[in-house]
């Protein structure tokens, strides 16, 4: 849905940089997912955050990886000291209330030379 | 964590038959939902169809229907009249607050 917003679209990092991927959900959505997906596999779940708050951060890396979603701005996804394993698309989802689907952002691909 | 399968890496339907996308899932919740996404070589991810665990009927849009039995927890997509622009992948996905993703099927729709 073109409402979630991602960017930027492409990133290419050197390794030991960091990488700063932004989501921006659709207006009052306040729930917003992030995944990693690699080439012609599905989507890992990495962390699900509600503004000010990681509700579940069990599918990302203890190290070298976080993630906010401040009361204003966008939910940014960290990683620190990137690694050529890194490299991916990244997908993040915001949704409003429990009753509703999830929209997607058209994803970022990291490519960590 | 809830898990979701979908035992099928890849279909091939002729265009205009049908074709069914299988999808189990793996909870000890009674309050959730349910969705398939689609994801066209462009890979933007595409909402298809969701249900409501609480909703005993089943959901359908237009070509695009389910069938989800709650008790053997399976959700499979039923496709319709398949048309080329069907092809994709289709990830089949369970959602209480956090929201978890099969491995997909990628379908292939043939003329």
């Known amino acids: 849905n073109a409402g979630v917003m991602q960017n930027p679209r492409h990133l290419v990092r050197r390794r030991g940089q960091e990488a700063r991927l932004r989501c921006s959900p659709m207006?009052?959505?306040?729930?917003v997912y992030w995944y990693r997906q690699l080439p012609e596999e599905g989507l890992k779940f990495m962390v699900y955050?509600?503004?000010?708050?990681?509700?579940?951060e069990s599918g990302m890396p203890k190290e070298r990886f976080s993630a906010e979603f401040p009361k204003e701005g966008p939910s940014i996804l960290r990683i620190q000291q990137v690694v050529r394993g890194d490299s991916a698309a990244y997908f993040c989802?915001?949704?409003?209330?429990?009753?509703?689907?999830?929209?997607f952002g058209q994803g970022t691909r990291l490519t960590v030379v | 964590a809830q898990t979701v399968t979908q035992s099928q890496p890849e279909m091939s339907v002729q265009e205009a038959e049908t074709v069914t996308l299988s999808c189990t899932y793996d909870?000890?919740?009674?309050?959730?939902?349910l969705f398939w996404y689609k994801q066209p070589p462009s890979r933007q991810m595409i909402l298809v169809i969701r249900?409501?665990?609480?909703?005993?009927q089943n959901a359908t849009e237009n070509r695009f229907s389910v069938n989800f039995q709650k008790a053997a927890k399976s959700f499979s997509l039923k496709i319709s009249d398949s048309q080329l622009g069907d092809t994709a992948m289709y990830f089949c996905?369970?959602?209480?607050?956090?929201?978890?993703f099969g491995a997909g099927t990628r379908l292939t729709v043939k003329p």
């Open positions: 996905a369970f959602r209480n607050n956090d929201m978890r």
């Open positions: 909870t000890s919740e009674s309050n959730y939902y």
């Open positions: 249900q409501e665990a609480y909703k005993q």
């Open positions: 207006k009052g959505h306040s729930h």
């Open positions: 955050l509600q503004k000010e708050n990681i509700i579940d």
């Open positions: 989802a915001g949704r409003g209330g429990m009753n509703t689907e999830a929209f």
